[in-house]
C-alpha cells in the first residue's frame, strides 16, 4: 500500500460550521425565550402536543439551521461581487433572512410551536435576532483569529 502525502489543513470548515450552528441555536433559544417572557401574549410557545420547551428547542434549532445553511451563499455572493462584504452586508441579509424563516415558522405553529400574533412582533424579534446573533458570530470570528 503506498502511502500519500498531502498538507494538513490548519483548519476544519465542518467543525466551524457545527459550532456556528449551535451558537446559533443557543443564541436563538435565549432570545425566543425572552420574547415570550415580555410578550407573552403575542410570542407563544408550544401547543396541546408539544411543551414550552420542546417548542423552544425546535424553533430555535430550526431558525439555527437556516442561518448556518445560507452561510455558503454570502460566499459565493463575496466571490461573485469580487468583494467583501461588510458586517453591514452581513446584517443586512440577516434580518431578512431572520424575518422570513420567523414568518415561515409562524405559519407552522401547530407542527413547530413558535406561535407569533402579528409581522410587527416578527419584525421586531428578527431584529433582536439578527443584533445578537451578529454579535455573537462576531466575538466567535475574533477568538478564531486568536487562536
Not at 35 to 47: D, E, K, Y
Not at 87 to 110: K, T
Request: overall charge positive.
Amino acid at each position: 500500500m503506498t502511502s500519500q502525502s498531502y498538507p494538513i489543513p490548519k483548519s476544519n470548515p465542518n467543525a466551524q460550521m457545527s459550532i456556528t450552528f449551535f451558537l446559533m441555536w443557543l443564541v436563538n433559544a435565549l432570545v425566543i425565550a425572552l420574547a415570550n417572557v415580555v410578550f407573552p401574549n403575542n410570542i407563544v410557545l408550544g401547543t396541546m402536543s408539544l411543551s414550552y420547551y420542546m417548542a423552544l428547542l425546535l424553533s430555535s434549532g430550526v431558525l439555527a439551521w437556516v442561518a448556518t445553511l445560507v452561510l455558503p451563499l454570502f460566499t459565493e455572493i463575496e466571490m461573485r461581487k469580487q468583494m467583501v462584504l461588510t458586517p453591514q452586508h452581513w446584517m443586512l441579509g440577516y434580518l431578512i433572512i431572520n424575518v422570513v424563516s420567523l414568518w415561515v415558522l409562524a405559519r407552522f405553529a401547530e407542527a413547530i410551536g413558535l406561535g407569533i400574533s402579528s409581522w410587527v412582533y416578527v419584525l421586531g424579534m428578527a431584529a433582536v435576532l439578527d443584533f445578537v446573533q451578529g454579535m455573537v458570530m462576531m466575538a466567535y470570528g475574533e477568538a478564531q483569529k486568536k487562536k
